[in-house]
């Protein structure tokens, strides 16, 4: 059976203390759990990373940044490696956030050479892929998220494919309340399912972990959580707020 996985983004939200606070929160819930299969990550800023580890340590909940460089080491101001989130005891990184792609003009080949370092240098990736309102109103949804895993992932090994979580994402349901139907999500996580397929074998796409992100919030996670192929959520504006973001991984 395939993991589920509930993984907050925080985006750029909480100072430190506020951040480490609220992991300790998070982190002491669900130590006190029985294990389930659910896999909970927190993707914080970078800032919060070594701290953060410290404080899930021989906990239950995982770590994760929301980017990395696209390069290893060397004259990049301002920019972090994946080596360096690596040695913070972080374990995944999100990639090609649409908000990545956005503002910061992230594309596909620049998105392939972060996920190859990342892998590189030991981390799991949450890759992004999602359509903007118009691509979906003019029916080229499919297409867009096909060339996004084509041009992003799909130069990868099999073995590195293990490695990878897909995250659709379309932006039109990012912070904005609307959400994409059960069926929407689940058309479209059957169709990464099938391309993944043809790419590399029915083992690897039965396998592989599909977040639905975009608005999920506890009144709607557990119906699109309910889709053969969504094996979970990637959370933003929830994952802010203790008792949604656990409401939602109950859920899962
Ligand atoms: P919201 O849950 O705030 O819509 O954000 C989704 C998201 O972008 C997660 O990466």
Redesign the pocket.
Known sequence: MRKKIVAG?WKMNMNLAEGLKFAGEIDRYFRDKPKGNVEVILCTPYIHLSGIAEILRGGKIFLGAQNCAAEVSGAFTGEVSAGMIKSTGAEFV?IG???RRTYYNEDDTLLNKKTILALGSGLKVVF?CGEVVGERESGKHLSVVKRQLEEGLFSLSEKEMEEIVI?Y?PVW????GLTATPWQAQEMHQYIRGLVSEKYGKGCADSLTILY????KPSNAADIFSKPDVDGG?????SLKKEDFIAIVEAA
């Open positions: 983004n999100i956030h649409s908000e992004c995250a994402e349901a990012i912070g904005t992100g975009g608005s999920c990637l959370i933003g504006g929830a």
